[in-house]
C-alpha cells in the first residue's frame, strides 16, 4: 500500500501524562509564591531603610568653626552635632547644648556670690553721722562710733584720741620729757624742755631726739588735733598715764598720710598752748606756740578769734598747691611746758572760698578732718575757737602701727 505511505493523515503529539502535568503546575506556582515572597521581603526591607536611615547633612546641626551663638539668620543650632533617638516616632528638634569650652567659659566668668559680714554692716547711729563717713577699715567696731567722738568716763581724754586704730586719722605718740625710757628722771627744766622741741623741729622732725625720753606704750588715733581748753592732766590721762606723768614739759607727736578732696591751694590755720606746729611734705608750715621768740617759722598773716589769749592769736600757714588723691606726709607736734590749762586747734582755709566772718573779720574756717562725724563734746567751762562744721574731709591712707620705728619709714627727713 504505498499511498497510504505517502499521503495517509499524519498524527498530532503525544500528551504528556496527566500526573506530569500536574508536577509542573506546581512547579510553577511554588516558584511565584517564593518569588513574590522574596519581593515582598525586599520592598519591607527597603521601606525600613528609608523610614529609619533617612539621610541628614551636617549643615543642619553643625555650627560655624568659632561661633557659639547661632546667627540670627539661619536656623542652625549652635553647636556638635546631635544624633537623634532611634524611635522614629519620639523623634524631637535636639536641643542645643554647649560644649565644654562654652561651660568653662560661663564658669571662669561668673561672678563668685557675695559674702556679708553682718557686724560690718552695722553702722554707728547718731543724727550727724552720714553712711559715707563710716570708718571701714578692719579694726571698726559695729556701734562703736567714730574715732574722737564722746567722752569716756572721768574726763575728756578722748580729744587727744581714740585706743582703736581708725582707717583715717593720726597716729599719735607721748613723750615725757622729764623721764628716760627707762622711767628714771631727766630732771629737764621749762627752758630746757623748750630747747629739747625746738631741736626735733628745727632737724627735721628726727624721732631719735625724742628717742630717749619715755614714751607711752598706748598710741592713739584721732581724725582732727581740735582740742578746747583744758587742764594739762587730760594729756597723760589720754594715754593712760595719769599715775605716771606729771601733767607738764610733755609732747604728742602726731602722723599721717593725707590727700585733699580737690585740687586747690590751702592753708593751716591755728595755734597752741603751749605748742603746736605742723609739719608738712618734709616742710614746717605752721608754728604758732605760746612762746613764740625763737621759732625759724614765721606767718605772714595772722587770725585774732580772742580766744584763750595766745600772743597774736591763729597763724595762717604757708600756701599748699595740692593735688587732690595725691598722698602727702603730715606731722603734727603739741605740748605741754609748765601744766596748768591746754588747747590745740588746726583749722584749714582754702583759696578762693568766700568764708563767714566773725564780728573782726576773721573767716570762720572749717576744721581739718580726716573722717566725718560729731566731735567730742567739751565738758562745761570747755570751749572751742570760732569754726566751721560742714568743711570736707580730706582721704587718709592707712599707716602702720607696730612701733615708732615701723611708723617712721613712711617719712623722711629732708
Known amino acids: 500500500m504505498g499511498g497510504a505511505k505517502g499521503g495517509g493523515m499524519q498524527t498530532s503529539p503525544q500528551k504528556k501524562p496527566l500526573l506530569t502535568r500536574l508536577q509542573l503546575r506546581l512547579a510553577e506556582a511554588r516558584f511565584l509564591t517564593f518569588s513574590a515572597l522574596i519581593h515582598t521581603v525586599l520592598i519591607v526591607i527597603g521601606g525600613s531603610v528609608v523610614l529609619f536611615k533617612t539621610p541628614r547633612t551636617a549643615d543642619d546641626f553643625t555650627a560655624p568653626e568659632g561661633t557659639l551663638v547661632a546667627d540670627s539668620t539661619t536656623s542652625k543650632p549652635p553647636d556638635d552635632p546631635v544624633t537623634p533617638p532611634d524611635d522614629p516616632v519620639k523623634i524631637e528638634a535636639p536641643v542645643p547644648m554647649p560644649n565644654s569650652s562654652a561651660i568653662a567659659a560661663i564658669l571662669t566668668t561668673a561672678p563668685a556670690p557675695a559674702v556679708f559680714n553682718l557686724a560690718k554692716l552695722t553702722q554707728p547711729t547718731g543724727p550727724s553721722v552720714s553712711p559715707g563717713n563710716i570708718p571701714s577699715g578692719p579694726e571698726s567696731k559695729p556701734g562703736k562710733g567714730l574715732p574722737g567722738g564722746g567722752n569716756r568716763p572721768g574726763g575728756t581724754q578722748k580729744f587727744f584720741g581714740d585706743r582703736e586704730p581708725a582707717a583715717s586719722g593720726f597716729v599719735g605718740t607721748f613723750y615725757d620729757l622729764k623721764q628716760t ?54 594729756g597723760p590721762k589720754a594715754f593712760d598715764l595719769a599715775d605716771k606723768v606729771q601733767p607738764s614739759r610733755w609732747l604728742v607727736h ?13 592753708h593751716f590755720v591755728g595755734g597752741g598752748d603751749d605748742v603746736l606746729v605742723v609739719r608738712f611734705n618734709g616742710k614746717t608750715v ?17 587770725y585774732d578769734y580772742g580766744y584763750t589769749g595766745i600772743p597774736n592769736g591763729f597763724a595762717r600757714g604757708d600756701a599748699l598747691r595740692l593735688k587732690a588723691g595725691q598722698f602727702y606726709d603730715m606731722e603734727v607736734l603739741i605740748g605741754e611746758q609748765p601744766g596748768g590749762l591746754v588747747f590745740f586747734s588746726l583749722l584749714l582755709e582754702e583759696e578762693g572760698v568766700d568764708y563767714n566772718r566773725d564780728a573782726r573779720g576773721n573767716p ?23 569754726y566751721d562744721p560742714t568743711g570736707a574731709i580730706w582721704k587718709a591712707a592707712p599707716m602702720k602701727t607696730g612701733g615708732t620705728s615701723g611708723l617712721d619709714e613712711f617719712f623722711t627727713a629732708k
Not at 625710757?181 to 628726727?206: L, M, Q
Not at 602726731?254 to 590751702?266: F, H, L, M, Q, S
Not at 570762720?364 to 570760732?386: M, N, S
Request: aromatic share 14%; glycine share 6%; net charge neutral.
Open 181 to 234: 625710757r627707762a622711767g628714771k628722771p631727766t630732771n629737764v627744766s621749762p627752758d630746757e624742755y623748750h630747747t629739747i622741741f625746738r631741736k626735733f623741729v628745727r632737724e627735721h622732725w628726727r624721732v631719735s631726739v625724742l628717742g630717749e625720753y619715755f614714751h607711752a606704750p598706748q598710741k592713739l588715733y584721732t581724725p582732727q588735733i581740735f582740742i578746747p581748753n583744758m587742764p594739762a592732766d587730760e
Open 254 to 266: 602726731y602722723k599721717a598720710r593725707v590727700a585733699p578732696p580737690a585740687d586747690g591751694t590751702y
Open 286 to 302: 605752721l608754728d604758732r606756740c605760746w612762746y613764740q621768740q625763737d621759732e625759724e617759722w614765721k606767718t605772714a598773716r595772722n
Open 364 to 386: 570762720i574756717l572749717p576744721v581739718f578732718r580726716l573722717a566725718g562725724g560729731p566731735l567730742p563734746e567739751p565738758q562745761e567751762g570747755q570751749t572751742f575757737p570760732p
